[in-house]
Structures are given as structure tokens and as C-alpha cells.
């Protein structure tokens, strides 16, 4: 099997991965993606200063595992010295990638000029891939976005990585003010693909098996890249639409979720951070919030697993 494409000489199979999302990339749901088909691991985004506190212990969201390979790990900050000794201190974990976020909306993070806040400063964009490619071993690369509705930044930026050693560009079609609302522009990731000749990952609105092949087909983008439509449908990744999942592999991947939950936040954790992608696999989303938490209520792992078959039978 040959190469989707290539970042920086590493080799990529496969055109369909899943978004770094915070709260839902952890090692436990991105590593049943990778297995059902995510062509690579974006972990969860990390803040610079976390990484580099004295008193921080490992970094549970920079965990993975050989198979997961090739791993993305993606940190954020608009500091571009406090990135270069992030990037050198998890760069010895051996990660295959690093990736700067520069497509966060969220107040806290794009207020302080990280995340999307970075789109409005395109020369510290510069600044930052520059120092990054000329000191570390492993391919740097960027998540951005389309920019601010009064500073549409994006081809800008999308060059400005490429100049500086920035070795792919993932983007999302929305501005910040969009957050996850409105539709995705696919025209402006097409403009990106245009305009750079590395590697491009489409982001934005990808909900279907099909979706894939026609944001490919519209944009030119290399692979393509789902979010929330992978918390309700991991096997999009297998090329399947949920209502294509046999019910028997929906309740085998759902208690594969589940233990692998436990194994790494133990129990009463791994159970409570399981409820949100249970409500996903059992289709509860139609309940109200306090008959989900009724139902999903702690219990012990033997229970809750008996539980959760016995509603997704019902449904």
C-alpha cells in the first residue's frame, strides 16, 4: 500500500484523521480511532507553561502508544521562546510531530493571543516556525483557521508556514467568531491548497462517509480531518456510516472505550469521562440531561457494563 502522502519523509496512510478536540483526544478515544482507521494521533492541545512547570508530573495527554504511531503531539502559547523549550522538552518523549494551535477559539486561550489570537499576528507566526524547524529533529506543523471576520488571515498564514519549515497545515474553514457554527468554507481551504505546496488537511463539516471524498474532490486537500462527527461515529474511519455499524460492533467498541477508560484514569474517572461518548454510542442524545445522568450514574464497572448493553439493546 502506497502513501497517502508524506510529512517531512514520514510516511501517511490513509485520508481520513481525527481532530485534536480538547476533552475528547485522549489516549483512550483516539487510540480506538487509530485502530479503526485514523491515519494519525493529534493528541489534546497542551499549554507551553504546563509542560515546563518544575512540579508538573508527566503529561497524561502527551501518552500513547507505539501503535498509535505517527503521533502529532500539539501544544499552544503566542510566546515563541516558551514554545522552542516546550517543543525541546516533549520532543524527547519521541513523538513523530509537533504542532503548533494556532485555530483555538476559545475566550481564554485566542484573548491572550494563542490559538486563533496567533492568526492576528502573522509575523510572530514567522518568528515562531522559524526558531522551531531550525531546532528541533521532528517536522513542525500548524492548525490554523480562516482568521477573524475582520482579518482574514489564512492564505497569509498558510504561506508564512510553509516559508518558515513548517512541513503541513491542517485547517479549519471558520473564522473565530464562527466557533463551530455556520457551514465551513471550502472554497478558503481550497485557496490554502493552492497557495502552499505541503501537505494540506481539510477541516470542517465532514459528517459522512461521502463527505470525505467531496471535500477531497472540492478543495485538493491531501486528507481530511472530523471532529465532532467522530465522537458520534468512530467508525467513519472504517468507512462506515452509523447506521452501516452492525449493533454487535457498536457494543464491542463501546466496552473496548470503556476499559481502556478505566485502565488509564482508573475507575471512578475512567466511568465518570465514559458517560459523554456513552450517550454518543447508546444514541441518548434525545434524553434529557437528568435522566442521562440518572441512567450513566456511578456503579460499579461490572454493573454500569451489563447497563449500558442492556440499554443499547432496548434502543
Not at 508527566?58 to 516546550?86: G, W
Not at 477559539?105 to 484573548?111: E, K, T
Not at 466557533?179 to 494540506?200: L, T
Amino acid at each position: 500500500m502506497n502513501p497517502t502522502f508524506f510529512v517531512r519523509g514520514i510516511p501517511i496512510y490513509g485520508d481520513a484523521i481525527l481532530a485534536p478536540m480538547d476533552g475528547y483526544s485522549d489516549w483512550p478515544f483516539r487510540s480506538v480511532c487509530r485502530g479503526l482507521g485514523s491515519a494519525m494521533s493529534y493528541t489534546e492541545f497542551v499549554q507551553v507553561e504546563r509542560i515546563l512547570a518544575r512540579h508538573e508530573r508527566k503529561n497524561a495527554k502527551l501518552y500513547f502508544e507505539e501503535n498509535e504511531r505517527p503521533v502529532v503531539f500539539q501544544i499552544y502559547s503566542d510566546d515563541a521562546d516558551l514554545l522552542l523549550k516546550a517543543a525541546l522538552k516533549v520532543q524527547e518523549l519521541k513523538p513523530d510531530i509537533i504542532d503548533i494551535n494556532m485555530g483555538c477559539p476559545a475566550r481564554s486561550v485566542a484573548s491572550r493571543g494563542a490559538g486563533v489570537g496567533l492568526m492576528r499576528t502573522p509575523l510572530k507566526i514567522a518568528h515562531i516556525l522559524r526558531k522551531l524547524s531550525a531546532a528541533l529533529r521532528v517536522p513542525i506543523t500548524g492548525k490554523i483557521r480562516l482568521g477573524w471576520e475582520d482579518f482574514r488571515s489564512y492564505k497569509l498564514v498558510a504561506r508564512i508556514i510553509e516559508e518558515n519549515g513548517g512541513s503541513l497545515i491542517a485547517v479549519h474553514g471558520r473564522t473565530k467568531e464562527q466557533n463551530y457554527g455556520g457551514q465551513a468554507d471550502w472554497d478558503a481551504i481550497a485557496e490554502v491548497r493552492a497557495a502552499v505546496k505541503i501537505p494540506v488537511i481539510g477541516n470542517g463539516d465532514v459528517k459522512t462517509v461521502a463527505d470525505v471524498q467531496r471535500m477531497k474532490d472540492h478543495t485538493g486537500c491531501d486528507a481530511v480531518m472530523i471532529g465532532r462527527a467522530a465522537i458520534a461515529n468512530p467508525w467513519i474511519f472504517s468507512g462506515l456510516d452509523r447506521e452501516q455499524v452492525p449493533p454487535e460492533r457498536v457494543r464491542q467498541t463501546m466496552q473496548e472505550h470503556l476499559e481502556r477508560n478505566i485502565q488509564f484514569y482508573g475507575e471512578e474517572d475512567g466511568q465518570r469521562l465514559f458517560r459523554k461518548h456513552a450517550v454518543q454510542y447508546l444514541l441518548l442524545k434525545t434524553l434529557s440531561r437528568e435522566e442521562r445522568k440518572d441512567i450513566l450514574r456511578e456503579r460499579p464497572t461490572e454493573e454500569f457494563t451489563a447497563l449500558l448493553n442492556q440499554i443499547y439493546a432496548a434502543v
